[in-house]
């Protein structure tokens, strides 16, 4: 079987990296890919989001199945366009998958369908929610409607800031038509946590739960990031969580997305903020997570192309995942300036020394190569992922390869996994 994975980063590379593993694969190909990814499979110079692109490459490769990373070509509608040629492709269509592209869509579900979540309003109009943060109070959030590449939200401690915020998104349009509305919602305390799951739109099959590190300093300070770091599982989801995670949150979910006639397949993924056992919904997304996805895959057992194809065929029930007992750690190394402007073109040294290190795999995310030299490419570069005995190992091992890798102005955060050790 011939595979193409869409996209270039972290997560695409894990997926890879897991669907070589398959027998069932001959061929795999990857758009856009980066160096890391070339090792594993035949990189395509197409952009993720060039779904016209993708499609004639599909087609004249005769690629049997195609594997969406990103949110935005399932957004853009390429599940849709690939059906329509009669091409087989894993991932949400274009209707399911705004319950990433619209956070208003997703909340007004969750409001209909009873689904825990943050209270809140929306609004296109400045004045209205204007009023809307001085009549509740600070501490609130405020967040544009449509894709700000994650960083749409933004937490206001104070109601002159959560203002200033709807200005920016509202009148400055920092992101453009992504803040044409804006809703703004009850901030909500706890743990958080990423439970990502299966579903052909009638059974939902469970990927091990991780938690995810967004803020780009140690000890959750400063900026959001599309994420620094992952371990997985997450202790904050204990059976009970889990049982309510399924039961008041994605079944319901999976049942309202068809009574609006927009029939989920593919991977869903639900953003949490745990309190007391209790998980609230702070986002869906329509994909795997990035970089949740890293531990995640280390951990899966078994071939993921027959999982993949039976969302897609309605075939789900017939599947069960082992995971690897063992807890798992990725740390991102990111590149100076990031989430800001960052560098390119740094010399990465280190990784062949660690190439041996049992239970360890770096997944590339924007790496590339110049003469014959791996260059940082990218943001977010590389995500050094580990197994170990239990977390205090994994974190160990997976720091051990880190500190081994350098390049200019690498950054990485030093506590990826500490919110774990308090469980145990
Ligand atoms: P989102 O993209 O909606 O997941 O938001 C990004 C991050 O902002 C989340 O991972 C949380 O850390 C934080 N966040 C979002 N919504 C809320 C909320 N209602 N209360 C507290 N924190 C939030
Ligand atoms: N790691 C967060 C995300 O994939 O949205």
Redesign the pocket.
């Known amino acids: 079987m011939k595979v193409l994975v869409v996209g270039g980063g972290g997560r695409e590379h894990a997926l890879v990296w897991k669907i070589a593993q398959s027998p069932k694969v001959s061929n795999i190909y990857c758009a856009p890919g980066n160096a890391g990814i070339s090792e594993q499979a035949t990189v395509v110079p197409i952009k993720a989001s060039d779904l016209n692109g993708l499609l004639d490459f599909a087609l004249k490769e005769a690629i049997d199945f195609t594997v969406v990373g990103p949110e935005d070509p399932l957004t853009q509608g390429i599940v849709d366009l690939f059906e329509s040629k009669g091409l087989f492709i894993f991932g949400a269509n274009k209707k399911a998958a705004e319950i990433e592209g619209s956070?208003a869509f997703a909340k007004e579900l969750m409001k209909k369908y009873r689904i825990p979540?943050?209270v809140?309003e929306i609004f296109d109009q400045r004045s209205e929610a204007v009023g809307y943060i001085r009549k509740q109070g600070a501490?609130i959030?405020v967040?544009a409607d449509g894709l700000a590449a994650?960083k749409?939200?933004i937490?206001c401690k104070t109601v002159e800031e959560a203002i200033q915020s709807v200005d920016q998104i509202m009148v400055e349009k920092i992101f453009g038509e992504a803040g044409r509305r804006v809703v703004i919602?009850?901030?909500?305390?706890g743990e958080?946590a990423s439970f990502l799951a299966f579903t052909d739109g009638k059974v939902i099959l469970p990927m091990a739960s991780s938690q995810?590190h967004?803020?780009i300093f140690d000890g959750?300070e400063g900026p959001?990031t599309g994420g620094m770091g992952a371990y997985s599982p997450a202790p904050v989801v204990t059976e009970e969580v889990h049982e309510r995670i399924i039961e008041k949150i994605l079944r319901p979910l999976i049942y309202g997305l068809k009574e609006e006639g927009k029939t989920y397949k593919g991977v869903l993924y639900a953003?949490l903020?745990i309190h007391e056992g209790h998980p609230?919904v702070?986002?869906f997304n329509a994909r795997f997570g990035d970089p949740e996805t890293q531990p995640v895959l280390m951990r899966m057992k078994g071939d993921i192309i027959p999982i993949l194809e039976a969302c897609m065929k309605g075939t789900l029930s017939q599947h069960r995942i082992e995971w690897d007992p063992r807890p798992c750690v990725c740390v991102v190394m990111a590149s100076k300036g990031y989430p800001g402007d960052y560098e390119r073109g740094k010399v990465i040294k280190g990784l062949k020394e660690i190439s041996r290190m049992e239970g360890l795999f770096v997944f590339h995310a924007g790496t590339g190569l110049k003469d014959g030299e791996l260059i940082t490419n990218g943001g977010r570069v590389l995500g050094v992922t580990g197994l170990g005995e239990d977390i205090p190992r994994a974190i160990e091992r997976t720091y051990q390869a880190v500190k081994k890798i350098s390049w200019e102005g690498v950054h990485y955060r030093t506590d990826i996994g500490q919110k774990a050790l308090c469980w145990l």
Do not use: Q
Request: net charge negative; charged share 35%; no cysteine.
């Open positions: 956070k979540t943050a809140y501490p959030v967040k994650g749409g939200v937490i919602e009850e901030y909500l305390v958080e995810d967004k803020p959750d959001n953003g903020m609230k702070l986002e």
